[in-house]
Each structure stands twice: as C-alpha cells, then as structure tokens.
C-alpha cells in the first residue's frame, strides 16, 4: 500500500473512506485483478537484484502484504523492514508479519520525509505507488538515498493518472471519452502528485552525482473486467464524488456507469493502465 506525507484529504485514498476500508483495499485489488497485480509486483521485485543476506526497506509498506515475499528472496540471514506514514495500517501490518512468524520482519511508523533511520543502512529500498502521495517527492526521494547503502538499488513504480484508458469513456461511447476525463481531473485535483509517473525520470536527475543506472520502464496493463478496475481504481467512488461536488452531473455519470456495466456484460469494456517502473543505484561501491 502507498504511504503518504503531510498530505491533503484522505492521503492515499483521494475519496473518504474508512479505516476498514483502508486496511482492505489491497488485499480486494489481489482478488478482483489478481495475474495483474501480481505480474506488477513480480516486475518490482525483480528491479530490486535482492540477494541472500540483504537488508530491504519497503517504503509506505501499508498491511505488509508485499513483506514475505521480500523475505522470501532475502532469506533467514537477511532483514526487511517496512515503513507507513498511518497508524492503522501499521497495526494491520503487525499482525501480517507477526502471523508470518518470521524474525527477520519488522514495521515501524514513520514519514518518508523523515525517516526514523541512520543513513546507508539498507541494501535496497523501494516505494511501490506511494511516492504520488507525498507532498514533497523530492525530500522523500533524498531520504530513500540517505538510508540506502552505497551502490543500493533504488526502485519506485507509479501511476500517470492521466494517461489511463477506459472503454466506454462516456455514456456515447466510440471516440468520446469526457466523462472519462471528469473522473481523471478529479483525481487529478485530489491527488498530491497525479502526474508523478512521468515525472521520476527527471526527479532522478535533478542531482549530479547521486544516482546512476537510472532507467524508466512503461508497462501497460491491460483489463476486461470491470468489477476489477472498479476495485482498482475506485471509478464508481469518483463519480459518486463528482456527484456530490456538482448534482447535476448525476444523469451524466449514472448513465456511464450503467453504459459501461452494459458492455461488460457484452464482453467490450476495456481498460488500460500504464505503470512507470523507476530503478536507480546509488553512486558508490559497497552494494554487498
């Protein structure tokens, strides 16, 4: 799960939403898109180069769900750690490792732009769809390299939530996609950093002598099923806030959801998601 920053609204969750709702909102993406999810995850693991032995920082960790497979790769001999700005989701994440079992898990409370670590204290850190939410990437992004070793890996995957595809984009369908780009632009005006997908290359870059081996990877995930992208991306709890902002959007939107509910049924619904995968190692050449 993302963690957040000082940030406005619900921090992560850009509608309101409850505490239980918070704790189960990653483990209903697992279910209702699955092979995708995982495929993303697998992909974010890989980038890291995680060896027997390492110490792994998980940055916004939520519930914990991503911390035994790190352990996993790490082994007994190495330790992983992980780090949420949210108190409630930290409780939930202390109760996943501790039903793991394993002694080499740990979850602390802490913000990511000013984490509660000595320096170069771990072998690879990574932030997976949490560095939109924290209102100052930039100081979050220095503290992720002041915690990680010389010549530790660095890895971030994001969102640009503008550039998401979803077929019918509006109650016409064909090539009107507006009420498509209502939803977006209210994410957009609710999200600390809607667009931050394209943006890591440069806030890689923006330091000479910090990062090197930067690379971007823009995968494209695709779907048919629209429950699961409803889960995903909380379309329906956008048009109900955009409802809520502006009343006489209602006839608008509860006619796009019963159009797109329509074609899911005959097998047209169609959505796309682009994923930004950002790795970095940090100049240096101690990586053990």
Request: aromatic residues 8%.
């Amino acid at each position: 799960m993302p963690e957040h920053s000082n940030t406005s609204n619900q921090g992560y969750f850009p509608f309101a939403v409850s505490h239980d709702f918070k704790a189960g909102y990653l483990r209903l993406v697992m279910q209702q898109a699955g092979a995708e999810v995982r495929a993303y995850k697998q992909m974010s693991f890989n980038l890291l180069e995680l060896r027997l032995g390492m110490r792994v920082l998980d940055v916004g960790c939520g519930i914990g769900i991503d911390l035994p497979s790190l352990a996993d790769r790490v082994g007994v001999q190495g330790e992983v750690t992980g780090i949420d700005h949210d108190s409630d989701l930290v409780q939930v994440a202390l109760q996943t490792i501790a039903s793991d079992g394993r002694p080499n898990l740990r979850v602390v409370q802490g913000d990511a732009e000013q984490m509660p670590f000595a320096g170069a204290q771990f072998d690879r850190v990574r932030a997976d769809r949490v560095v939109q939410h924290i209102l100052r990437p930039q100081r979050a992004i220095a503290e992720m390299w002041r915690v990680l070793r010389p010549g530790g890996i660095l890895t971030m995957v994001e969102p640009d939530w503008r550039t998401i595809a979803l077929y019918p984009g509006s109650p016409a369908g064909g090539d009107d996609d507006r009420t498509l780009s209502r939803v977006l632009e209210c994410y957009q005006r609710r999200q600390a950093h809607a667009l931050i997908g394209r943006q890591l290359h440069a806030l890689l870059h923006q330091k000479q002598g910090v990062w090197e081996q930067i690379q971007i990877q823009v995968i494209c995930f695709t779907h048919t099923s629209w429950p699961a992208v409803d889960a995903v991306l909380q379309i329906t709890a956008a048009a109900s806030t955009l409802i809520q902002e502006n009343p006489m959007m209602k006839e608008e939107m509860d006619a796009w959801l019963y159009t797109i509910e329509t074609a899911a049924q005959q097998g047209q619904f169609f959505a796309s998601v682009p994923l930004f995968f950002a790795s970095a190692r940090k100049i240096g050449n101690s990586d053990g």
